[in-house]
């Protein structure tokens, strides 16, 4: 099933899946924090899966029960969200480097063996993907089957997104997210995001500093 949210229903739905995590590594019950901030389970049960709009003050209670920071708060929500960890598009970006090893045979008819004592030379990738290519990790379970936490993105900055496949999209905040591309309609980025469920997540596109295609992933 796939579901569309306008941006203030999607950061309902981050803001109750962000508590929820957060409730849940505490080891706290939905009744638990039901009753701390007066309401019955139920209640806050539609707050968790971000049927209730959240106001800065109940927010601010819950992390109070939950005993947690504004910073582990935003965490969270970065967790929830799929947010890689930010390294900064901007900084000097790291070869990446692997070693190449050189072969020595045993003799006409014996096997050949790669000699691992010492590499023959060192072949750096972005020199064959191109000084364009980046990579980042990805955090978080909402892309899951497609990327799991802790898997490998590489992306191109100077290829288009195409849709239905891997993106990376940057904004003008510096954050960043992987999903799938779906579409652009000239003032809103529609992407989508595959767990808890399916659900088409967007972005102003005056927030927007890019979205780049995923061009490898992996371990």
Not at 151 to 175: N, Q, T
Request: charged letters at 30%.
């Amino acid at each position: 099933m796939s579901l569309t949210s306008s941006p203030e229903k999607a950061e309902q739905r981050l803001i109750g899946e962000a508590l929820r995590r957060l409730r849940e590594q505490k080891g706290k019950l939905q009744r638990e924090v039901a009753e701390g901030l007066g309401v019955k389970t139920q209640a806050w049960s539609y707050y968790e899966n971000g049927e209730r709009r959240f106001t800065q003050d109940r927010v601010a209670a819950v992390l109070k029960i939950l005993g947690v920071t504004d910073g582990e708060f935003a965490a969270a929500k970065a967790h929830a969200l799929g947010a890689p960890p930010r390294r900064g598009f901007e900084e000097p970006r790291i070869p990446f480097v692997f070693d190449v090893y050189g072969r020595a045979r045993a003799g006409p008819q014996g096997p050949e063996i790669y000699d691992v004592a010492e590499p023959l030379r060192q072949l750096d990738l972005r020199q064959m993907l191109g000084p364009t290519v980046d990579a980042l990790e990805v955090a978080g379970d909402s892309m899951s089957p497609w990327a799991d936490s802790g898997e490998v993105v590489l992306f191109d900055r100077e290829r288009a997104p195409r849709r239905g496949k891997g993106c990376v999209i940057e904004l003008h905040s510096g954050e960043a997210y992987v999903k799938l591309y779906e579409k652009s309609d000239g003032s809103t980025l529609f992407v989508r995001e595959l767990s808890p469920e399916e659900r088409t997540i967007t972005f102003a596109l005056r927030e927007v500093k890019g979205v780049y295609p995923a061009i490898l992933r992996g371990d």
